[in-house]
Nanobody, 125 residues
């Protein structure tokens, strides 16, 4: 059974940094896509960053240059390094897994089938 477990959320001041982790278990496919999504209160879920098994990455315009998605060497951990955090980054962050997605679908939540439980990130001004 595939499980995704996020960690690393917390409270930080504007301009600070956090690194989110997502521990992946039971997912053995060689072709895959992993993504980070977020949902703020009263707002729709939004794609933040994604990485595909061929190394392709995609970022939401709002986080380009500030966030970096990566994987551990064993590919069983997904990371999201978040720098220069802003109050608008406050949200629940989720990691998700899918098969090998087309480029246009990398940040589409509906394309992902497996989700973690989320970790809260709060950025204060």
């Amino acid at each position: 059974q595939v499980q995704l477990v996020e960690s690393g959320g917390g409270s930080v001041q504007s301009g600070g940094s956090l690194r989110l982790s997502c521990a992946v278990s039971g997912y053995t496919y060689s072709s895959y896509t992993m993504g980070w999504f977020r949902q703020a209160p009263g707002k729709a879920r939004a794609g933040v960053a994604a990485i595909r098994s061929d190394g392709a990455t995609s970022y939401a315009d709002s986080v380009k240059g500030r966030f970096t998605i990566s994987q551990g060497n064993a590919k069983n951990t997904l990371y999201l390094q978040m720098d220069s955090l802003k109050p608008d980054d406050t949200a629940m962050y989720y990691c998700a897994a899918a098969g090998f997605l087309s480029w246009w679908a990398l940040l589409q939540g509906s394309a992902y089938k497996i989700w973690g439980q989320g970790t809260q990130v709060t950025v204060s001004s």
